[in-house]
């Protein structure tokens, strides 16, 4: 896991950064197949970076040295390098072409991977939205309910996030009772980039002085995720003017599920 940051509003216009995890396939790919294997026998030569230069007789030895480091350190190619090298340590093209597939094979292992995850989260994200839109006048009804229980309040949405230009990479969890209020007043709902549907948003990006970014949410023709005509102000403004509210230690996080029971469960009752 790799450690980021996230900003988190202190007082209208004003914002703090602190830190929060990245999921875990954010990670850049660190494949380093053909620099390992060049390395090792380097190493199973008994061979300093310095003496091979010496050896492979280039014009500049500093440079030599610093080419070697970054064939071993990030696999980077340099083909007068590589045959020299080979024959240098007493290995075989064939070996270095082996080293080099692998290295192909588990870079294209790891991006599939990924993709699968990234689909998971795709279809994840559109399930939540289609569930919690589906109960959106629901919500409506029972807004001051929500805005005054901390459960409710901080239910974290799937993918509902913020990033500025000059604040760093993002605050990746909105909650509900923010969300909530910015759809209530209208500040986040948008229109579709593919239909001209309605898109009650739930990402934004951008940059304040530019005024670049886009926005992003679920739109209720489409029925998925899709981006937004407006860009990044309208949206950045109202978000900054909600009040502050800090997440209480010891809370229990609900699902989604839980809040529309309970909440129907109340509408009952009454
Ligand atoms: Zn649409």
């Known amino acids: ?18 830190e929060i995890l990245l999921p875990e396939d954010d990670a850049p790919l660190q494949i380093n197949e053909v620099g390992n294997f060049m390395k090792m026998l380097r190493l199973k030569n008994n061979l300093s970076k310095k003496e091979v230069a010496r050896l492979l007789n280039f014009k500049n030895i500093n440079k030599t040295i610093k080419n070697i480091g970054k064939i071993e350190e990030n696999s980077e190619c340099f083909p007068e390098y590589i045959e020299k090298l080979v024959l240098l340590y007493k290995s075989s093209m064939e070996d270095f072409y082996r080293a080099k597939e692998r290295g192909k094979s588990l870079k294209n292992q790891i991006e599939k ?3 699968e995850k990234r689909k998971i989260r795709v279809q994840q994200e559109r399930n939540f939205y289609v569930k919690l839109i589906q109960k959106l006048p629901l919500l409506f ?8 229980t901390p459960e409710y309040y901080f239910l974290p949405l799937i993918g509902a996030s913020v990033s500025s230009a000059w604040i760093g990479r993002a605050r990746t969890n909105l909650y509900l009772g923010e969300v909530l209020t910015l759809w209530k007043n209208q500040s986040w709902v948008g229109t579709c980039n593919q239909c001209q549907g309605k898109v009650y948003v739930t990402r934004i990006g951008g940059s304040v002085l530019s005024g670049c970014g886009y926005g992003r949410g679920f739109c209720v023709n489409c ?10 102000r309208p949206f950045f403004f109202p978000l900054i003017k909600l009040p502050i509210r800090e997440l209480p230690e010891d809370l229990d996080f609900i699902t989604i599920d839980t809040l529309i029971e309970r909440l129907e469960r109340n509408s009952r009752n009454k």
Do not use: D, L, T, W
Request: net charge negative; glycine share 6%; charged share 30%.
């Open 113 to 115: 991977e990924q993709e």
């Open 141 to 148: 009804v029972h807004f001051e309910e929500i805005m005054n």
């Open 1 to 18: 896991m790799q450690k980021s940051i996230y900003f988190k509003v202190v007082s209208p216009g004003k914002v703090a950064i602190s």
């Open 223 to 232: 029925m998925g995720m899709e981006e937004v005509q407006e860009r990044f």
